[in-house]
């Protein structure tokens, strides 16, 4: 049998990256105006519709015990079967209502950009409900998210999945195949698998209390419950913070580090970052098919025209997404991968930035990268 040859890993074979060079400007001029359009009463409809589903839920889970223990089920399924049928009408629940909750917040996040309505005030009626409804501090969460579409992709200043450098894990330079990566990144499957859930159920409460996975240079304790924190300025200091918190679900956070975090989105620092480069370092995904679009309101489906165009309405997203992907062409980065093993592999492969470099691709637990930055940048 004939051996099987392997290609040695090299910098210079890998394919090299230009970051574009159009303007926001042009890139908008090839978006029709109306999807620009924003439509209260349409916004409102989808809101209605969540509370609606909301509601005939719950209500229907009230009756999920009581079905189990009646005659009939007892009968007809035996104690056994009764029980088996009783989890699998709550798992049930819980996977439709989780999903619903997700949508709900989804609403909250479009009043926060000011996609949900032309009227500011209408905005912040409906993000502050669904959003305390779903335990997250509204004002504060609305100016920290501002600021990461802002800066999204800019190694010093973005919020929220900032790379670790390789300084960050003290991993030393040299030739790649001189460093002991094991030594450096060799966590067992099991441990990944127990980081990976951890950051699923606890990523966005320790990011609001603790800055977990935020901006480095930010002092300790910085959180969205301090009206003095380095987070706000001073004239958005007079925000209240009245209402506890809980995490939000971890579709949110599944689908958020989905869409910032793979191997072939560079980040940027110093004057090769602009707004409508760091725009583009986002992924779309067809998130759990029809599912995603009914219930998640498209939020991952189409995420890269929300990141140029904030205050688009998502229901406008699927059409202005063509029009875009045909301008920016190679820019436009999507994934059809299934979503869990695209978690899988992203947090696996994800590591670590170089220390230098205006443009910078993510390297994997063998320090190796899928891309470069062309000769003219970095």
Aim: net charge negative.
């Amino acid at each position: 049998m004939a051996a099987v040859q392997t290609t040695k890993y090299s910098e210079e074979n890998l394919p090299e990256f230009s970051p574009m060079m159009w303007s926001l400007g042009e890139i908008r001029a090839a978006i029709p105006a109306r999807f620009f359009v924003r439509e209260t009463g349409r916004g409102l409809s989808y809101m209605a519709r969540d509370f609606v589903i909301a509601a005939i839920l719950w209500w229907a889970a009230t009756y999920i015990d009581p079905a189990e223990k009646s005659e009939l089920a007892r009968s007809t399924l035996g104690p056994v079967g009764a029980e088996v049928f009783r989890w699998s009408l709550w798992c049930a629940y819980w996977w439709v209502q989780g999903l619903n909750f997700t949508g709900i917040w989804v609403i909250g996040h479009e009043a926060g950009h000011g996609a949900f309505s032309a009227n500011r005030t209408v905005c912040d009626i409906v993000g502050f409900i669904t959003h305390t409804l779903m335990w997250t501090p509204y004002f504060s969460w609305r100016i920290s998210h501002h600021r990461h579409h802002s800066n999204h992709a800019s190694m010093e200043k973005d919020e929220v999945y900032v790379p670790k450098t390789r300084s960050d894990l003290g991993i030393p330079l040299g030739k790649t195949e001189e460093i002991d990566w094991e030594h450096y990144l060799g966590d067992t499957p099991l441990f990944t698998l127990y980081m990976l859930v951890r950051q699923q159920v606890l990523a966005f409460p320790a990011y609001l209390l603790f800055n977990v996975s935020g901006q480095k240079s930010y002092p300790k304790w910085t959180n969205h419950f301090d009206p003095n924190s380095v987070i706000f300025n001073p004239s958005q200091r007079n925000a209240y913070y009245m209402f506890p918190w809980l995490c939000v679900s971890h579709w949110f956070i599944m689908i958020t580090y989905l869409h910032h975090t793979d191997m072939k989105l560079p980040h940027y620092r110093k004057a090769e970052w602009s707004f409508q480069r760091g725009a583009a370092c986002t992924v779309d995904r067809p998130f759990l098919g029809w599912w995603g679009r009914f219930f998640l309101h498209d939020v991952a489906h189409y995420h890269v025209i929300h990141h140029f165009f904030p205050q688009m309405p998502f229901y406008h997203g699927e059409e202005a997404t063509q029009y875009l992907k045909a301008f920016i062409g190679e820019h436009y980065a999507a994934s059809d991968q299934n979503p869990f093993t695209a978690l899988w592999d992203s947090y696996n492969n994800c590591q670590f930035v170089e220390d230098e470099g205006d443009v910078v691709f993510y390297r994997n637990k063998k320090g190796e990268s899928v891309r470069r930055p062309a000769n003219n940048t970095g």
